[in-house]
C-alpha cells in the first residue's frame, strides 16, 4: 500500500501587497490550527501522511529540491508521483480535510 502525502512546505519570502504576510508570529494563528487540526485527524491513517517542513531550517535542501519559494506552500504527492503537485483548493479545514479524503485515502 502506497503512501499518499498532503505536506505543507513553509518558505520565507516577502508578501505580496494586500495580503496577509505570514511570519512566525502569526503564522499559528492564522493557518497552523487546522493544519494541525488536519494532521490529527489522519494521524491514524495508513494512506494519508500530513506534515509540514520548515525551509528556513533543517528542511531547507527538501525545499530547494520541489521548488518551494512561497510561504506557505502546500504540496501533495500520490505515488508513483514523487515529484509532487501544487495544493491549489482552499486552505480551510474543511476544504484541506475534503481534499486529503476524496484526493489521498483513506
Known amino acids: ?5 498532503l505536506t505543507l512546505l513553509c518558505a520565507a519570502a516577502g508578501a ?7 511570519t ?12 494541525d487540526s488536519l494532521a490529527s485527524t489522519f494521524e491514524d ?17 527538501l525545499c530547494e529540491k520541489y521548488g518551494v519559494r512561497g510561504y506557505p506552500t502546500i504540496k501533495y504527492f500520490n505515488p508513483p508521483d514523487e515529484e509532487g503537485e501544487d495544493y491549489k483548493g ?3 479545514l474543511d476544504e484541506l ?10
Open 1 to 5: 500500500m502506497a503512501l499518499r502525502s
Open 16 to 22: 505580496s501587497a494586500g495580503a496577509i504576510e505570514l
Open 45 to 61: 491513517s495508513k494512506k494519508v501522511l500530513i506534515a509540514d517542513v520548515d525551509c528556513t531550517t533543517g528542511g531547507k535542501p
Open 24 to 35: 512566525p508570529d502569526n503564522f499559528d494563528e492564522l493557518m497552523k490550527p487546522d493544519w
Open 97 to 106: 480535510k475534503k481534499f486529503a479524503e476524496n484526493e489521498l485515502g483513506p
Open 90 to 92: 482552499g486552505r480551510s
